[in-house]
């Protein structure tokens, strides 16, 4: 059981867009900054957001961050066959005193 | 530019001791970063396990500190991992990365930027 809610899957057709929802608590997303990463399985995680919508530099714009109270959402505009992946939000729990991810979402191009 | 590597046995027998070494290269541990173990287990997403600080300071998963340990040996530029009394549940890619973390007013920033590879801990019975 994750610390961070997330829906198992989301799915849409190319060129549409699809939003993955996060949600947590005043320990976590609540009080502190969210980022967001995309695994391919048997790859390395990468960093697509941090600080809630900032984008590292070589991460297209059609990836966005947003947060509002204690849930968060990475948005995935123009949707490509190479978008489809798993992506994870993670922030600091100040309660756990560690960091903590949400269970995942796939996210499928139909 | 900033790399990571993990190393270590990729078979471990039951409740015995898993250990794993990340290699950095490219920047001094002893910058001012945080340095994370992640695992993920087979059909599972990504598991915080903990964190070590150049100084030595750690962090731990609660659900995993009575048999997590991380250290750091500046000398070498690594940073380890030993997991004790593992079981199949232990099985994982476990990942070694560099955390970014900065206080801004009241709220915590705290994200991974840069990752390794990965290196498949395998417990058998």
């Known amino acids: 059981q994750s610390v961070l809610t997330q829906p198992p899957s989301v799915s849409a057709a190319p060129g549409q867009k699809v939003a993955i929802s996060c949600s947590g608590s005043s320990s976590n997303i609540g009080n502190n900054y969210v980022s967001w990463y995309q695994h391919f399985p048997g790859t390395a995680p990468r960093l697509l957001i941090y600080?809630?919508?900032k984008r590292p530099s070589g991460i297209p714009d059609r990836f966005s961050g947003s947060k509002s109270g204690t849930s968060a959402t990475l948005g995935i505009t123009g949707l490509q066959t190479g978008d489809e992946a798993d992506y994870y939000c993670?922030?600091?729990?100040?309660?756990?005193?560690?960091?903590?991810f949400g269970g995942g979402t796939k996210v499928t191009v139909l | 530019q900033v790399q990571l590597q993990e190393s270590g046995p990729g078979l471990v027998k039951a409740s015995g001791t898993l250990s794993l070494t990340c290699d950095v290269s490219g920047v001094s541990i002893s910058s001012s970063s945080w340095w994370v173990w992640v695992r993920q287990s087979p059909g599972k997403g990504l598991e915080w396990i903990g964190e070590v600080f150049h100084r030595g300071t750690t962090n731990y998963n609660p659900s995993l500190e009575s048999r997590v340990s991380i250290s750091v040996d500046r000398s070498t530029n690594q940073f380890s991992l030993k997991v004790t009394s593992v079981t199949a549940a232990d099985t994982a890619m476990y990942y070694c990365?560099?955390?970014?973390?900065?206080?801004?007013?009241?709220?915590?920033?705290?994200?991974?930027?840069?990752w390794g590879r990965g290196a498949l801990a395998t417990v058998s019975s």
């Open positions: 990365a560099r955390v970014r973390t900065d206080v801004r007013g009241r709220m915590i920033s705290y994200y991974i930027d840069t």
């Open positions: 600080e809630d919508n």
């Open positions: 993670g922030t600091w729990d100040g309660s756990l005193s560690a960091g903590v």
